[in-house]
């Protein structure tokens, strides 16, 4: 690094990290090695790059031996030991049933607002962030989800067209520090037309009138849905 005192944790995601050799506290670029659990690493100029995205997750001992070039050419070794952490896997469920998923499920316009909750690796997260259309974060893991809401912000209304909705949950770990998010989409419905018409014309029978000896006259009924 630069200096500093070497940090020992990294997410899985962070970026690239450099290592600096120092003795003495003074930069050196030669007479330097690193190893990773005892494997060596290409050095240039006294520096490293680990790559935490590529390691898994998991602690290693880091070691730089450094040999001076000044007779009698003394020699020291100092190791540390780095922590490679995973993220965190989340996943967005129902309140009511976690085994339940939320990706793809369907509500209707007129449903009643359902409480979805976030998971953190398969246990329910007492914290983390909820966003989107027709949703209230609660603070606690959890969020209400209000399709007519949803819809409306969509543009559309109770009788207009189907709308899809992506619901955002973001964790980070306590413990680790580690963030990671996840989005699945969910389907509002619009409520359906439902009317009766005739079968011969197709006209509603709302405020129709029928002679008493008209004989048969059939019917059926006529849903529509969407705008």
């Known amino acids: 690094q630069d200096g500093s005192p070497l940090t020992t944790a990294y997410c899985v995601d962070v970026p690239d990290q450099i290592f600096q050799a120092f003795a003495d506290n003074e930069a050196v670029t030669s007479g330097v090695t690193f190893t990773l659990d005892g494997v060596n690493l290409t050095v240039t100029n006294g520096q490293v790059t680990i790559s935490p995205s590529t390691r898994t997750p998991g602690d290693y001992v880091l070691q730089m031996r450094y040999v001076s070039d000044v007779n009698p050419f003394c020699e020291n070794v100092v190791s540390e030991t780095i922590t490679i952490n995973a993220l965190p896997v989340v996943d967005i469920v129902l309140e009511s049933d976690n085994t339940v998923g939320i990706d793809g499920l369907g509500f209707c316009y007129d449903d009643d607002p359902v409480v979805f909750r976030g998971l953190a690796d398969n246990i329910a997260a007492a914290t983390g962030t909820f966003s989107g259309r027709g949703i209230t974060d609660n603070g606690d893991g959890t969020a209400s989800?209000?399709?007519?809401?949803?819809?409306?912000?969509?543009?559309?209304?109770?009788?207009?067209?189907?709308?899809?909705?992506?619901?955002?949950?973001?964790?980070?770990?306590?413990?680790?520090?580690?963030?990671?998010?996840?989005?699945?989409?969910?389907?509002?419905?619009?409520?359906?037309?439902?009317?009766?018409?005739?079968?011969?014309?197709?006209?509603?029978?709302?405020?129709?009138?029928?002679?008493?000896?008209?004989?048969?006259?059939?019917?059926?009924?006529?849903?529509?849905?969407?705008?």
Not at 174 to 190: A, G, K, M, Q
């Open 145 to 227: 989800f209000d399709p007519e809401l949803a819809a409306n912000a969509a543009g559309q209304g109770r009788e207009g067209d189907p709308t899809t909705h992506d619901i955002t949950f973001t964790y980070t770990d306590s413990d680790t520090n580690c963030e990671n998010v996840i989005t699945r989409t969910v389907l509002v419905s619009p409520q359906p037309t439902v009317d009766i018409i005739y079968l011969s014309n197709n006209n509603s029978i709302q405020d129709s009138r029928i002679c008493f000896d008209e004989g048969l006259v059939q019917m059926r009924v006529r849903v529509e849905i969407g705008g």
